[in-house]
């Protein structure tokens, strides 16, 4: 035990786990460059990021609900509900009001979560959970649980097609949202603030800091990606159904945990997350090239997930995780007793 704790402290291993995130990235892409031909290439490439993109836009809002140490479970059907409202209004309003009617929806789903979680003082994961359920139900009520199709499917191609060559529109939008929330995380008094407020929220509040209206925010923000991503996809589909974004929330949440964002809070970054959108492509991409069954996938992801959370645990060290590098080295010894240690000469 002590070669092995000796090991885990040595500054290599230490830097390794430090850098887990940029360790496992690099590790998945070389791999999947060595299973998939051609991958390097910018098609291929361009077109793995246009199917993850809406993923990425998701988890973009996700990343800055989890660093207030919160949670929302409603974004698959926040997705569904406003890629229904842009397909569904685009008669009345016409394709590009439809979809500004969209990501009101995705906007108004962050207002009633911020309701039951701020105002409430609903857990969040109950109070997500609860509007998973009605946001879901509502999709199903609204299509008599059937897709429905839009009117013009040519305008839906400007979302999911290359624009000169390079990468989709949605694809952009996910780059430049990483960039705006990179910016906003690092340059900006309100980002810092976000990151005390998930610290120790009630420290923040004390320092000054209104802790109430950030996480409110951040469900309204988290509200509005989910909503964008969700006009994104039903364009590029030319659909809206009650079954788009059924697995979207866990998928972008194991994003975001993959990209280093703890699920206490106060801990995270846009470029983590970009790694652990990247990470889930990479997996994707190879693994269904290998023709892998989905079932495989997600034990290959949840594996992944589970170990950068236990390597976590292993870089804080912190008294308060039953995961430290201690508790996981003497797991399953018993503590000796006084007589015992006086009878092996440990005791004078």
């Not at 704790?5 to 690099?26: M, N, W």
């Not at 305008?155 to 960039?179: C, D, H, K, N, P």
Request: glycine residues 10%; proline residues 3%; contains cysteine.
């Amino acid at each position: 035990m002590n070669t092995l704790k000796r090991v885990f402290e040595s500054p290599a291993v230490l830097t390794l786990i430090h850098y887990r995130v940029v360790v496992i990235l690099i590790a998945t892409l070389f791999l999947s460059v060595s299973l998939v031909p051609g991958l390097t290439e910018f098609r291929t490439l361009s077109l793995s990021l246009d199917r993850t993109a809406t993923l990425g836009v998701v988890a973009v809002g996700l990343t800055v609900v989890l660093l207030m140490g919160k949670l929302d479970l409603s974004v698959g059907s926040t997705l569904a509900l406003s890629g229904i409202a842009t397909i569904g209004l685009q008669d009345q309003l016409g394709p590009f009001g439809a979809a500004v009617a969209g990501i009101v929806v995705g906007v108004l789903a962050g207002v009633l979560n911020g309701f039951l979680v701020v105002t409430l003082q609903i857990n969040s994961l109950v109070a997500t959970l609860a509007s998973m359920i009605f946001l879901r139900a509502l999709c199903h009520f609204l299509t008599d649980s059937n897709p429905i199709s839009g009117d013009d499917p040519l305008f839906g191609l400007t979302v999911s097609r290359a624009l000169g060559g390079t990468f989709s529109l949605r694809t952009y939008v996910f780059l430049i949202a990483i960039l705006l929330l990179f910016i906003w995380l690092t340059y900006t008094v309100a980002g810092r603030r976000l990151y005390a407020v998930g610290s120790n929220e009630h420290a923040a509040t004390a320092s000054g800091i209104r802790s109430n209206r950030y996480l409110f925010g951040a469900f309204v923000f988290s509200g509005f990606t989910a909503g964008a991503a969700g006009v994104m996809q039903s364009l590029a589909t030319n659909t809206g159904s009650p079954a788009f974004g059924e697995a979207t929330a866990l998928t972008a949440i194991a994003a975001v945990v993959i990209g280093g964002t703890r699920l206490e809070g106060g801990r995270g970054s846009a470029l983590g997350t970009l790694g652990g959108v990247l990470v889930l492509a990479a997996i994707t991409t190879t693994l269904e090239y290998e023709s892998v069954p989905t079932y495989y996938q997600n034990i290959v992801t949840g594996s992944i997930l589970l170990l950068l959370i236990l390597l976590d645990r292993i870089a804080s060290n912190s008294p308060r995780s039953a995961l430290s590098l201690n508790s996981l080295l003497s797991f399953g010894k018993r503590d000796e007793t006084p007589t015992e240690k006086k009878q092996e000469g440990k005791v004078p």
